[in-house]
């Protein structure tokens, strides 16, 4: 009878198993190799941004909200690593050099560390932004950029940056001149506070709506003293801008005293709100 150990090709089997176990083996510890190192593999953090293309243009405007004095940005911050059932700590820092945003000015120094919450992979930064009134006429920046900590390192240096634009300057849009005339920032600030309004369409057919979101406006313009105190629910304020004096107030919202339109009498005895340039808004 014929047994395993005296046919004639045992040799080839023999080998050919051999290698096939040799490098089932060496597969095996690949992988365990892998996970160790996946496992073992350090937190890191980045800022979520969706495109690479726009990490530079988080813009953040007040220019549509008058009544804000400030703001929170929430810029995306997300692990790379394996979650954990504690809280971390992660740290951020503006980049003054390239900067031109004034800190405790245009927006509120930042903390020393921020926490990424147990068992999360995904946090936000709060970036507090001031509405100043230099935002009117000139936008500013700040690039934050976030660091390694005790918790978390920083691998990828693409993506460690970002950009905040703080703006509050308002720009005419094409359908202005259509339904309102003359344009200034001053005189679209008060479009919006009167109409609530963002924009109107260059339709024909909307014609004697987009009238009377114009008549609003002008009927505010005519008799400012009247629409204050008719909307005390809008919060507005009008006060001389001197004691006693009668020919300069000053209009702002009560929660953004720091934000102020100059409203004028003119030598016919009427008064007219002053805009950016020094003209009567008309």
């Not at 934050?144 to 918790?151: E, G, T, Y």
């Amino acid at each position: 009878m014929e047994t395993v150990n005296s046919h004639p090709m045992y040799p080839h089997y023999t080998l050919k198993l051999l290698c096939a176990l040799a490098g089932l083996s060496f597969l095996l510890s690949g992988c365990e190799k892998a996970g160790l190192t996946m496992y073992d593999h350090p937190a890191n953090i980045y800022f979520d941004l969706d495109n690479d293309d726009l990490r530079d243009s988080i813009v953040y405007t007040f220019a549509y909200d008058l009544t804000k004095a400030q703001d929170t940005v929430f810029i995306p911050v997300r692990l790379s690593g394996v979650r954990e059932g504690r809280d971390r700590q992660y740290e951020a820092y503006v980049e003054q050099d390239s900067s031109s945003a004034v800190a405790g000015t245009h927006y509120e120094p930042l903390k020393p560390a921020y926490t990424l919450p147990a068992d999360s992979g995904l946090t936000y930064l709060p970036l507090v932004v001031y509405n100043t009134a230099d935002l009117e006429s000139t936008a500013v920046s700040l690039i934050i950029k976030l660091r390694a900590s005790d918790h978390f390192g920083i691998e990828n240096p693409r993506i460690i940056r970002a950009k905040v634009v703080i703006s509050a300057r308002l720009e005419q849009p094409a359908w202005w001149s259509m339904w309102l005339g003359s344009y200034s920032r001053t005189k679209h600030q008060l479009f919006l506070l009167v109409t609530e309004q963002t924009e109107l369409t260059m339709d024909g057919l909307d014609a004697p709506k987009n009238l009377y979101f114009a008549s609003m406006l002008t009927m505010m313009l005519n008799n400012p003293f009247g629409w204050v105190q008719n909307h005390p629910e809008k919060g507005y304020v009008l006060e001389p801008a001197a004691a006693g004096s009668t020919a300069l107030y000053h209009f702002y919202h009560q929660d953004n005293p720091g934000r102020i339109i100059p409203l004028r009498r003119s030598a016919s005895g009427l008064y007219y709100f002053i805009d950016e340039n020094g003209e009567e808004v008309r």
